[in-house]
């Protein structure tokens, strides 16, 4: 799954990406050379049904199309290791980086643990940053703890980065809830600047399309891309200053920001200064450039390729190896749901299908 990270692929859900090929993966190991052959196989049986394809077809085929991107990811020479080795590596790393902006805290310990301290090991959680408050409460070791059967190569690196954005802000006032603006910021300056310190723009890219654009995104998630874009409007407006400056005074600060955005005002009491330009284009990237709801059925993207202006339903159903009737639905789906077709009389009149799938921005729900 960290090959995803690598790749550029149309899925609109890695859950439901990972949900669809665990079956197909659950009994092999975490070996590069093995899980390089295994996708070979599983790409050959998902491609091995014939026209005309219908719905679950059409999901195969383009489920097949992503795992040959992650094949190449795995051929290449993408750093893939094992998060265990990687992440006391990258969490130092990354405390340099926090370092260099000038913030001083006290290092948070690292734990890859079976389960949480209580009263926390009930939770199906991925990672959690508890505090001197928990410390104080529970007498948990304050610092970031992760579950070592969700490890991801690369994916639990940058929640690291993330994680450790907290960390080092609970510890100005532990005693105040960490929420709202607070994971704008653990996104924002977290996986997007000190991320990409270690990984490179387009990997963090990935990474916040993948998590924070997921099709199947609960309410809870949305938040976070909602408070994303509002990280990304002080940094705007402030520079990066004014993010690192909240970090360093804590939640008072950060709760006093984001209730005067909520109500429409500008924060106020922060300094202005040093913005980046490739920082700033991969925040605009992320927070306001990628678009979440470009999705549609597999049938329709299968079909979307070969919706061009001058076409008949007909004409599409022959190309794409579907049935004329699968072509009518599809069109209508394009047309009625993301309105990036016109049709009338049985053909295309209008269509920017083209360089709305040629730019990846067209999502399959998986
Ligand atoms: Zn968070």
């Not at 789906?333 to 269509?351: A, H, M, N, P, W």
Request: hydrophobic residues 40%; charged residues 25%; negative net charge.
């Amino acid at each position: 799954m960290g090959a995803v990270y690598y790749a550029s692929c149309d899925f609109a859900s890695l859950q439901g990406f990972e949900q669809f090929i665990e079956p197909y993966f659950r009994d092999t190991e975490f070996d590069g050379a093995r899980v390089l052959a295994r996708l070979e196989d599983v790409v050959e049986t998902l491609e091995s049904s014939s026209p005309p394809y219908d719905g679950p077809a059409a999901r195969k085929l383009l489920v097949a199309r992503d795992l040959r991107r992650l094949a190449d990811v795995l051929r290449g020479s993408a750093p893939l290791a094992d998060p265990a080795d990687s992440m006391p590596r990258n969490h130092e790393r990354f405390e340099s980086s926090f370092r260099r902006y000038g913030l001083s805290f006290s290092s948070p310990a690292l734990h890859i643990v079976e389960t949480f301290p209580a009263p926390y090991d009930t939770m199906d959680w991925t990672a959690t940053s508890p505090d001197a408050a928990d410390e104080r409460e529970y007498g948990i070791e304050a610092g970031n703890y992760f579950k070592e059967k969700h490890l991801v190569p690369v994916g639990s690196d940058i929640l690291l980065a993330h994680e450790m954005t907290h960390a080092i802000i609970g510890q100005v006032n532990p005693d105040l809830l960490g929420r709202g603006l607070e994971e704008g910021i653990a996104v924002v300056v977290g996986e997007l600047l000190i991320g990409s310190s270690v990984f490179g723009p387009d990997v963090v890219y990935q990474y916040a399309r993948h998590h924070w654009f997921d099709q199947r995104a609960t309410q809870i998630n949305r938040l976070y891309a909602d408070y994303a874009r509002m990280a990304a409007a002080i940094y705007h407006r402030c520079g990066i200053d004014a993010l690192i400056e909240l970090i360093r005074q804590g939640r008072e600060k950060i709760k006093e920001a984001e209730q005067a955005t909520l109500a429409g005002l500008a924060p106020s009491g922060l300094p202005t200064g040093r913005w980046d330009e490739e920082f700033g284009a991969l925040v605009d990237r992320v927070c306001l450039q990628t678009v979440r709801d470009l999705t549609v059925s597999p049938l329709t993207q299968w079909v979307a390729t070969f919706a061009q202006v001058g076409r008949s339903s007909s004409d599409v159903a022959e190309l794409a190896g579907v049935t004329p009737e699968d072509a009518q639905k599809s069109l209508k789906e394009l047309q009625e749901e993301i309105f990036v077709i016109v049709t009338g009389d049985d053909r295309i009149d209008y269509s920017d299908a083209g360089f709305i799938t040629g730019t990846q921005s067209l999502r399959y729900l998986v």
